[in-house]
C-alpha cells in the first residue's frame, strides 16, 4: 500500500489532483482529511490530504483482492444512467450477470440478476431474489464480498477497466442515507460532551463519506483508525 499527500483549494480539487497524478480512478484509493482550512480575510482556504493506494495492484493484470476500494467502490451514482432494457447487451454484461447468478445459486439462493445502470467503466448489476437480506448481510459485508468477487472476474476476463457495483432492494443507497445522518448526529454528541466517538468498521467508501460528510464543520474532526480493509473513523470535537 503507497501513502501520498495532496493539497488544493478544497476536497474535490486535491482529489482531482491526486486522481490526476496517480492516473487512478476517484474510486480507486482510499482519502483522509489531513488538515482543512477555510477562507478567511487574512488566509485563503485549502485542504491537505492522505490518500491510501496499492498503485501496482491496479496496474496488474491479475486484479489482486484489493485491500483498498479499487475493487470496492460501495457507491451508487445519483447521476447514473438507467435503461428500460435490464438485459444484458454485450458479451462482457453477460458474463458477468452469468458469474454473479452462479455464484449465489451454487450458494443455495435463487437469484435474478438485472442491469442496474451503465457509466464509463462502472456498470451496476441488481439482485431481486427471496433472500435478500442474506445475499446483503449484516452491514452489507455479504453484499461487499459479493461485489468484490465479480471485480475480480472481471478483471479475470480482461475487463479489469470496470467497475461492478452490486445492489439489492436499494440497499447502498439506504445505507449511504443512513450513514450521513450517523454522521451528523455523532458531530453532535462529541460537541455535547467535549470527546470522541469510535464508530463501527467500515469499508473505504463509507470512511469516506464520513470524512467528507463532517469536513465543513470547523469544530469536528474525523480521522481512520485501524488495519486492514475495515477500519474505524473516529470523530472528535477539536474546539473552534
Same mark, same amino acid.
Given at each position: 500500500?503507497?501513502?501520498?499527500? #495532496? ?30 482550512? *477555510?477562507?478567511?480575510? #487574512? ?19 491479475? %486484479? ?11 457507491? =451508487? ?30 450458494? $443455495? ?6 442491469? /442496474? ?19 446483503? @448481510?449484516? *452491514? ?11 471485480? =475480480?472476474?472481471?478483471?479475470?476476463? $480482461?475487463?479489469?477497466? /470496470? %467497475? ?7 440497499? %447502498? &443507497? ?17 460537541? /455535547? ?8 468498521? /467500515?469499508?473505504? #467508501?463509507?470512511?469516506?463519506? &464520513? ?16 488495519? @486492514?480493509?475495515?477500519?474505524?473513523? %473516529?470523530?472528535?470535537?477539536? @474546539?473552534?
Amino acid at each position: 500500500m503507497n501513502t501520498f499527500e #495532496f493539497e488544493g483549494k478544497n476536497e474535490k480539487e486535491a482529489i482531482e489532483i491526486a486522481a490526476a497524478e496517480l492516473g487512478l480512478e476517484k474510486d480507486q484509493f482510499d482519502v483522509e482529511i489531513l488538515e482543512a482550512q *477555510k477562507n478567511s480575510i #487574512f488566509k485563503k482556504g485549502f485542504v491537505r490530504i492522505r490518500v491510501h493506494a496499492d498503485v501496482s495492484a491496479v496496474n496488474t493484470n491479475d %486484479r489482486k483482492y484489493d485491500e483498498d476500494d479499487s475493487a470496492f467502490d460501495g457507491s =451508487v451514482s445519483k447521476n447514473r444512467s438507467l435503461f428500460e432494457d435490464p438485459l444484458p447487451k454485450d458479451e462482457f454484461e453477460k458474463k458477468i450477470v452469468d458469474f454473479v447468478a452462479s455464484v449465489i445459486r451454487k450458494m $443455495g439462493y435463487e437469484v435474478t440478476v438485472e442491469i /442496474m445502470s451503465r457509466e464509463e467503466k462502472k456498470i451496476g448489476l441488481k439482485l431481486i431474489s427471496r433472500s435478500s437480506s442474506i445475499l446483503i @448481510g449484516r *452491514k452489507g459485508k455479504n453484499l461487499d464480498s459479493l461485489q468484490l468477487l465479480a471485480n =475480480v472476474y472481471a478483471g479475470r476476463i $480482461g475487463r479489469e477497466d /470496470m %467497475r461492478v457495483i452490486l445492489d439489492s432492494e436499494n440497499y %447502498r &443507497i439506504r445505507r449511504e442515507e443512513s450513514l450521513v445522518r450517523l454522521a451528523y448526529t455523532t458531530a453532535d454528541r462529541v460537541r /455535547m460532551n467535549r470527546g470522541s466517538v469510535l464508530l463501527e468498521p /467500515m469499508n473505504p #467508501f463509507e470512511r469516506r463519506l &464520513i470524512h467528507t460528510t463532517l469536513n465543513d464543520i470547523s469544530d469536528i474532526d474525523t480521522k481512520s483508525e485501524g488495519e @486492514g480493509l475495515y477500519k474505524q473513523v %473516529r470523530v472528535f470535537y477539536k @474546539g473552534r
